[in-house]
């Protein structure tokens, strides 16, 4: 018999949609910035409506990402005022940028997919009915372009999910639920940086300079880079997570904590302190040549810590090069030695998420067993906020963190009948 609610880890029939479903969400008198961990809550609410183009996803495990981390601690936005702003509620927000699950119900418009397709869903939400992306302009440059369950409510942080059609990838059949959910933000955000600014995209033995290697960004890069011929040296914080960088494909690792040069650099009219900090970097430098074995700079740096590296990414990268940037994860105030910009005539490009195109090409590659999905820790329902506190003390483990919520027990595959 249908029932109103279902217990988490409990999943209708196939095509049945609950009236009610559970949610671990935030409200905004519940943001915490020194605690975002603590702002998460287990609440019951009214499964979500469908529009035409969308889809409502049952999900069987949730990918935990930074950026509701960010949601949680209420800066650099509110994000439910931005939920207000495409007429969704603003009392919560149900987060959660990465799902995968089985498809309960369809938009009137919808096509591409069917219910009780198994699929994952990727965050680059926008209305296929935007008039720009209808004249070809790439989806991220249009208005209408968010990230879901970031800058949207009704993400994967429930038991039902509402997104576009347009965001729904097939699930890679050899993948276990909370495998399939963990890769697809930070893999498509990664494809993008790597391969879609032409022509800085990675060609044939490219050295290629990727920061925080072993977390959810710097795996998927490693062996994105790997797998188009390039050459992926690590940043990492200690030595096991450089080993655990080689084993996804780098050539060599830098342990950042041998150095000391970070954050924004003295003024150059300091001649001594910028002298000083100038050592640092050229200390640095040198330790990307032995890391890879020859005198070669990258000919992209895959930035996103931000205001504590950047300048030294931006003194790096080869002539010509490209250093591409995606988050400010240390702060946002990038400072540039334009002299190395102008000169050496560098691109500082940013970057934000992928098109439905590159999240595509991404999810292939995890299909095709050329991206291992790094799945990270595990964690229950209830403990959402634990993943999201341990995130932003930076003291999780390497790769992707997932929550389960449809499947009752890690290592399945099996789908609701
Ligand atoms: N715009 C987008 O589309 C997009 C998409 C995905 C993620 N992001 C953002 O990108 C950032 C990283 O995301 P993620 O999923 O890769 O997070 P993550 O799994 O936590 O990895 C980040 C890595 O950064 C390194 N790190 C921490 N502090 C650092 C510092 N001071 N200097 C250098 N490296 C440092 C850490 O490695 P070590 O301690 O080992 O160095 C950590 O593993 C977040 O801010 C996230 O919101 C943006």
Same mark, same amino acid.
């Given at each position: ?7 988490? &880890? #409990? +999943? ?16 905004? /008198?519940?943001?915490?910035?020194? /605690? ?38 209420? @800066? ?9 702003? @495409? &007429? ?17 119900? @369809? ?5 591409? +997919? ?68 963990? *890769? ?14 032409? *022509? ?93 074995? #020859?005198?070669?700079? *990258? ?6 810590? &931000? ?17 591409? @940037? ?84 890690? &290592?399945?595959?099996?789908? *609701?009948?």
């Amino acid at each position: 018999m249908a029932k109103d609610l279902y217990a988490i &880890g #409990e +999943v209708p029939p196939v095509g049945e949609v609950p009236p009610k479903m559970y949610a671990n969400l935030v409200r905004p /008198e519940n943001y915490n910035e020194a /605690e975002p961990g603590k702002a998460f809550t287990v609440e019951v609410v009214e499964t979500p409506p469908v529009g035409r183009n969308q889809v409502l996803v049952s999900v069987m495990a949730a990918g935990i990402n930074y950026n509701n981390v960010w949601a949680a601690k209420g @800066i650099p936005i509110d994000v439910t005022k931005v939920q207000g702003s @495409i &007429g969704q509620p603003t009392e919560w927000h149900i987060g959660g940028s990465d799902a995968s699950g089985v498809v309960y119900a @369809i938009g009137e418009n919808v096509t591409n +997919v069917e219910v009780g397709d198994e699929v994952v869903v990727h965050c680059g939400w926008f209305d296929p009915e935007d008039p720009q992306i209808q004249a070809g302009v790439d989806p991220g440059f249009t208005p209408s372009f968010k990230i879901w369950g970031y800058e949207t409510n009704w993400g994967s942080f429930g038991q039902f999910c509402m997104a576009y059609a347009h965001q729904c990838l097939p699930k890679a059949p050899n993948l276990t639920w909370e495998e399939a959910a963990a *890769p697809t933000l930070v893999g498509g955000t990664a494809y993008r940086m790597l391969m879609g600014w032409s *022509p800085n995209v990675v060609r044939d033995g490219d050295p290629v300079l990727v920061w925080g290697g072993s977390g959810g960004l710097g795996t998927m890069a490693i062996q994105i880079v790997t797998h188009f011929g390039g050459r992926a040296v690590a940043v990492v914080s200690s030595d096991e997570k450089g080993q655990y960088c080689k084993k996804l494909g780098a050539v060599g690792y830098i342990n950042r904590k041998n150095f000391s040069h970070w954050g924004v650099p003295p003024h150059w009219t300091k001649t001594e302190e910028w002298g000083e900090w100038f050592q640092g970097a050229k200390a640095f430098g040198k330790a990307f040549w032995e890391a890879l074995g #020859e005198k070669a700079s *990258p000919k992209i740096v895959f930035e996103h810590p &931000g205001e504590d590296t950047i300048p030294t990414s931006i003194f790096m990268a080869e002539s010509g090069g490209m250093v591409v @940037i995606c988050a400010g994860t240390t702060g946002y105030s990038a400072t540039a030695d334009l002299r190395y910009l102008w000169m050496r005539q560098k691109r500082l490009q940013g970057s934000h998420f992928a098109n439905d195109e590159q999240a595509a090409a991404f999810n292939q590659l995890v299909i095709d067993g050329h991206v291992n999905p790094c799945m990270g820790e595990v964690f229950a329902f209830d403990k959402i906020g634990d993943a999201h506190q341990l995130m932003g003390d930076n003291k999780h483990g390497e790769g992707n963190m997932v929550a389960l919520v449809g499947a009752k027990t890690s &290592g399945t595959k099996d789908a *609701p009948s």
